[in-house]
């Protein structure tokens, strides 16, 4: 395996009794309901680099062939808890139910992320009761400080991620990146739609949601200054925070 690639996981593999599966970049992605076109322009940016990555999945599609091909890529589950606290069942009539849907599409999976990071404890005991072992609901924003893993009570090792698209837009205004870090868990959280429209602030992302299934129409609207879709590209050119 080349330096690189070492200087990349994927988030099952993280032992918390081992430092050098930790110490790393993580690449991961929360497919929330992306069009195919969409979905695969975010593979594709991956696939030319050679990097592993976690893809967090909420539905059926054929491009979970396409990543399941690749070695270099693993399957979590990203499922929607979040109709259960207004009361709506169309997800599912209970939290079991909800990760269950998921589970049987992807029932390899070992690595989860909820849907708006909605956790509690009856929820992380529920994830591993059902075989889940890697759970990364933990936002700490980049901040200088080295980051680790940690076990939680039931045995699930917790993975906090310390930058994400959309909240660096809702806490700047703006993508910005976070500092370099020499050591630690290197967590980055992206979203298909927002690498394409490459967002670089919310307002563009929420000024495009009707046309969000449409990708020629959206192409029109990829900002072309610095955004998320720039911050990726960095990242998987330097092989580095930048």
Not at 8 to 25: Q, V
Not at 142 to 166: E, F, R, Y
Not at 194 to 205: A, E, K, P, S, V
Request: glycine share 4%; hydrophobic share 40%.
């Amino acid at each position: 395996m080349s330096k690189v690639i070492e200087n990349f996981g994927k988030i099952s593999e993280i032992s918390t009794s081992n430092i050098h599966t930790f110490n790393k970049i993580f690449l991961t992605f929360d497919i929330d309901w992306a069009c195919d076109e969409i979905l695969s322009d975010a593979i594709s940016l991956v696939e030319e680099a050679n990097l592993p990555a976690t893809w967090f999945v909420t539905n059926e599609t054929p491009l979970l062939s396409r990543l399941r091909g690749n070695p270099n890529f693993e399957l979590g589950v990203h499922p929607n808890f979040n109709y259960l606290l207004d009361g709506n069942s169309k997800n599912g009539h209970n939290a079991e139910e909800v990760l269950d849907r998921l589970l049987d599409l992807v029932p390899e999976a070992k690595s989860i992320r909820s849907h708006s990071l909605l956790q509690s404890e009856r929820l992380i005991d529920l994830f591993a009761a059902k075989g889940l072992s890697h759970v990364s609901n933990f936002f700490i924003p980049a901040s200088g400080l080295v980051v680790s893993p940690w076990k939680l009570w039931n045995g699930i090792t917790a993975i906090p991620h310390c930058w994400q698209d959309n909240v660096s837009c809702l806490l700047n205004k703006t993508i910005q990146p976070p500092p370099a870090t020499a050591s630690g868990t290197r967590v980055f959280d992206f979203h298909p739609i927002h690498i394409f429209l490459n967002t670089d602030c919310m307002g563009r992302y929420e000024s495009t949601r009707n046309i969000h299934r449409n990708p020629e129409e959206l192409m029109k609207r990829r900002y072309k200054g610095k955004g998320a879709r720039s911050y990726l590209k960095s990242l998987l050119e330097s092989n580095e925070c930048v």
